[in-house]
Nanobody, 113 residues
Framework: QVQLVESGGGLVQAGASLRLSCVGS????????FAWHRQAPGKQREFVAD???????TYADSVKGRFTISRDNAKNTVYLQMNNLKPDDTAVYYC???????WGQGTQVTVSS
C-alpha cells in the first residue's frame, strides 16, 4: 500500500522559512518523480514544484527563487524548503506522486503578515 505522509507545516510570520517533508512507503522510492501542490481556502489546488527520479526540478512561477524541492532517496523523503514566505503562500500543502495519482493527507502552512 502506497503512503505519502507530509510534515513540517506551521504558523510563521512573513519572511520566515519552513521545510516540509514527505515520507513515502510501500513503493520503490527511487523509481518515481514526486511533486508538491497546495490549496488555499476557496481556491483550486495548484502545482508548486516537482522533482523527477533523476533529480530534475520545475517550479511554479510564484515560488521560483524562494522554494527548493529536493529528495533523499536513502530516507524515502522529498523535501520542500520554503524561504521568504508570504501570506499568499498560506495553504494546505500536499505531496503527490503523479504515477498512480497518490496524494498525502496534507500539512497546513499559515503565513501571517
Amino acid at each position: 500500500q502506497v503512503q505519502l505522509v507530509e510534515s513540517g507545516g506551521g504558523l510563521v510570520q512573513a519572511g520566515a522559512s519552513l521545510r516540509l517533508s514527505c515520507v513515502g512507503s510501500g513503493i520503490t522510492f527511487t523509481a518515481y518523480g514526486f511533486a508538491w501542490h497546495r490549496q488555499a481556502p476557496g481556491k483550486q489546488r495548484e502545482f508548486v514544484a516537482d522533482i523527477g527520479n533523476g533529480g530534475r526540478t520545475t517550479y511554479a512561477d510564484s515560488v521560483k527563487g524562494r522554494f527548493t524541492i529536493s529528495r533523499d532517496n536513502a530516507k524515502n523523503t522529498v523535501y520542500l524548503q520554503m524561504n521568504n514566505l508570504k501570506p499568499d503562500d498560506t495553504a494546505v500543502y500536499y505531496c503527490y506522486r503523479p504515477l498512480g495519482r497518490y496524494w498525502g493527507q496534507g500539512t497546513q502552512v499559515t503565513v501571517s503578515s
